[in-house]
């Protein structure tokens, strides 16, 4: 049903004639006739004041399909960093009402676990901006420091905090659902390795390896990480020059090896190996940001301000020529973030 005949519809549902609905929108009945028989469109600007008078929503106007309105809800969480309150519960009930009656559930759970986590990331940011006011009130006080930590992923010393054990038990049954895909043991190796469960991350490496979609590249590197959960730095270091030689100019692999000298503050040779991962993309765009942000975070940490702005223009750049990007979350957090930085040179 196009827009003109929805409005047709509604009106009559709501017993107005085209005259009473002129008169509520400040238009010509004129205007109103010429919608309702397809010869105009009303402009965007009167589609909030149309929904309230209808009692319905900008989507229902326009009639979408269930799977037009997901790629509607998915497209406003890439554009807006914050949805109001009211768009937020009209997208909750309609995938509420949705996984109800639906057969395919798993597009709908997607969608609404991003649409709760869009919601979580929006209220840390408040959380993380009064608790860190609170905390510069009171720096001696600790009241608002756990709030930090729940906010940011702040560091907290106490073991009971920090540990993966619900993480790790939920890898684990995943592993048990799929057991010939790599994709969970990686999520549990992660997970194992950032509680040094060396000895578990060692028997769940043995079956990746066994796999016929696991890549040896891969494993090579989850195998140094054993290495260094087992305190054994040397190792860990020998394995990855052996991995270095074997693999020069796999993007992927090159961006592991970065990862693997920035965690271990190794903070030139992240940089450089990062760079050699962006470089090997050259030919496979549209490129990710990842390098990149990882290249600002690492000159940020080392107080090289204008190199960590520098990065941002480069992702800046890259968003908009090789992705299309001009007015969407990633490229506002972009802008920001080169701004900030720029104050601080």
């Not at 993380?128 to 009241?143: G, H, N, Q, T, V």
């Not at 990710?288 to 600002?296: C, M, N, R, S």
């Not at 940490?301 to 990065?311: N, P, S, V």
Request: contains cysteine.
């Amino acid at each position: 049903m196009d827009i003109g005949s929805k409005i047709k519809k509604l009106r009559y549902n709501a017993g107005l004639t085209q005259e009473q609905l002129a008169d509520r929108l400040a238009l010509s009945p004129q205007a109103i006739s010429k919608w309702e028989t397809g010869s105009s469109m009303p402009d965007i600007t009167l589609l909030p004041p149309l929904a309230e008078i209808f009692g319905t929503t900008i989507d229902e106007l326009f009639d979408l399909s269930r799977d037009e309105k997901l790629q509607r809800i998915e497209n406003r969480m890439d554009i807006e960093d914050e949805l109001p309150t009211d768009v937020f519960r009209d997208y909750e009930d309609f995938l509420q009402e949705q996984l109800a009656k639906a057969s395919d559930r798993l597009p709908i759970l997607r969608i609404l676990a991003r649409l709760y986590h869009h919601r979580m990331e929006a209220d840390g940011r408040r959380v993380s901006r009064y608790a860190r006011e609170a905390i510069r009130l009171a720096p001696a006080e600790k009241d608002c420091q756990w709030l930090l930590q729940k906010a940011e992923g702040a560091a907290a010393w106490d073991w009971n905090v920090n540990n993966h054990m619900k993480s790790i038990a939920f890898c684990k049954e995943m592993v048990a659902l799929a057991p010939t895909s790599p994709l969970p043991y990686y999520y549990l190796l992660d997970n194992l390795l950032a509680d040094h469960r060396a000895e578990e991350a060692e028997e769940y490496l043995r079956r990746l390896e066994q796999l016929p979609a696991s890549r040896p590249w891969k494993t090579t590197v989850y195998r140094a990480y054993v290495h260094l959960a087992r305190f054994d730095e040397a190792a860990a270091d020998a394995l990855m020059e052996q991995a270095k030689g074997q693999y020069e100019g796999d993007s992927l692999f090159l961006f592991e090896a970065a990862q693997y000298h920035a965690r271990k503050c190794e903070y030139p040779k992240a940089i450089a190996y990062y760079e050699s991962s962006f470089a090997a993309e050259e030919n496979h765009k549209p490129r990710f940001t990842d390098a990149l942000e990882a290249i600002a975070a690492i000159y940020e940490t080392m107080g090289d301000y204008r190199q960590a702005a520098d990065a941002w223009g480069r992702m800046i750049t890259l968003l908009r020529d090789e992705w299309g990007f001009t007015d969407c979350v990633t490229m506002q957090t972009a802008e920001e973030e080169r701004a900030r930085l720029l104050q601080m040179v």
